[in-house]
């Protein structure tokens, strides 16, 4: 490992998959050699980006392909044939394809039902986004479940969904409310040309 770590010209990658693949060697060959149990051990992914000088994120793809791949894949990867991000996709199972949603048919309405029915695709839409988002990082935990980030962005989409839902019921109510003024002033509107026809009625007799 000390050999290849002081080649020129490694990518990070390259330095990554060198000390995954020779600490995975130790790790297999400790249990029959004294003198490899007595090396130092590096048992974590924070150890091993240290030792490569790597970043966590690259050391932990790293990891994820020594560990998954065929060993020609790994070796590729070490010779600096092929780069690790292309190495990784190779091994990691497509995203799942999430449909988009179906178009709302337009319908010739009052003007009152064609806004609210804005509002109410604009909510369709929204929601559609966050679903997607959901259903992509759901993927990628699959991938990089030791990443914080991964967790925090759920947590984001899940508060985004609960933002939603709230504006949903807020939208409904304003709605609402906009039908109730709407009858108040038509009755009121009734009534003031009723009493205008009376009193009319009242001046001509």
Known sequence: MSSNLHRRHLTQGQSAAIVSASQSWVNAQ???NAQLRSTAQLDTATARAKQSGAGQRTQQLADKL?????AELVKEVIDGKKSLNKAIKEITPPKPVVPKPEPVPVVEQEPEDSHKE???NIIVEQQGA?????ADNNAMLKVFESDDRISASIEE?????ELNRILSERINGLMDEKKEAIKTASYWKDRFL???AELNQGVTN
Not at 130 to 134: G, P, Q, S, Y
Not at 157 to 161: D, E, I, N, W
């Open 157 to 161: 989409v899940k508060k985004l969904t």
């Open 66 to 70: 020594v560990k998954e791949a065929p």
């Open 194 to 196: 009723t009493l205008e």
């Open 130 to 134: 966050i679903d997607a988002l959901e």
């Open 30 to 32: 400790a249990a029959d």
């Open 118 to 120: 804005q509002l109410s």
